[in-house]
């Protein structure tokens, strides 16, 4: 239950509190509850949907996006925006991981920051109340599988990440998806459902490409740029639930 408490602490703004001090391996411990925290912002997100019937889609899209920004508190949004100014600058690894060290957003993490909101929006407003429940699981899946692909480019706590996840964390969250997916059944029609999963498996795959090609700049990679691929599958996988709702009706 700490570990638990630990990573609600440091992917959401639930308050909790964690008596003591804690190390590498008790947080290393609390990787395997990072689906979970995915699942609660799903919930919570869904959740926001549901009032379309009254506030009209646009407006619960907005809300579902705005309550999500508010329990993880814009944290792997801001590794987006670091991550956009980082590699948008063009220089070597020691320059790009200096520039995403600055805690100052700069023109390329504006432009990634409101791209990501118009889109989530938008495709939220699209995709729906069942996409929306979903996102944040895919969004954290793509953040294990880029972690365990990859080895970190610096110390501190995103080492810690990037060293922890396991292979059976990717699995866990992987299956947790699919049961999820599959308990929507009674909801949506079942070529819906295969439809958003092969939009989860893309969006993987989508994260896991970019990311890959961010670490062969710098040897690796950042808690920034994991906090990207949470963003970045998020959105692709929105996307294509959007498409694949317009294929499937």
């Known amino acids: 239950m700490r570990s638990f408490k630990l990573m609600l602490a440091f992917f959401t703004r639930i308050p909790v509190r964690v008596r003591g001090e804690y190390g590498e391996a008790e947080y290393r411990k609390g990787i395997k509850y ?3 925290i995915g699942v609660m912002l799903g919930i919570l997100m869904g959740a926001a949907m549901l009032l379309s019937r009254w506030a009209g889609v646009y407006v619960s899209a907005f809300l579902a996006l705005a309550a999500y920004l508010g329990l993880s508190g814009g944290l ?7 991550t956009a100014d980082g590699f948008a600058a063009q220089r070597d690894r020691e320059g790009t991981l ?11 993490g504006v432009l990634a920051i409101c791209l990501y909101a118009a889109g989530m929006v938008v495709c939220l407003a699209q995709a729906g109340f069942t996409a929306a429940a ?7 899946t793509a953040a294990l599988l880029c972690a365990r692909i990859n080895k970190s480019a ?13 292979t059976a964390h990717i699995v866990f969250s992987a299956a947790l998806f699919m049961a999820a997916a599959a ?17 989860f498996a893309a969006a993987q795959g989508a994260a896991a490409f970019a990311v890959h090609r961010m670490a062969r700049r710098l040897d690796g990679v950042t808690g920034d740029i994991i906090g990207f691929s949470i963003e970045f599958a998020q959105l ?8 694949a709702i317009n294929i499937c009706q």
């Open 34 to 36: 990072l689906p979970l």
């Open 76 to 82: 792997h949004v801001d590794g987006m925006a670091d």
């Open 98 to 108: 200096a520039v995403m060290k600055d805690s100052r957003i700069g023109t390329f």
């Open 134 to 140: 979903l996102c944040p699981l895919s969004g954290r």
């Open 154 to 166: 610096t110390n501190g706590m995103g080492r810690w990440f990037v060293d922890g996840v396991k």
């Open 183 to 199: 308990s929507f059944l009674l909801l949506c029609r079942w070529p819906y459902i295969a439809a958003l999963t092969a939009a």
């Open 236 to 243: 692709v996988f929105l996307v294509l639930a959007s498409l």
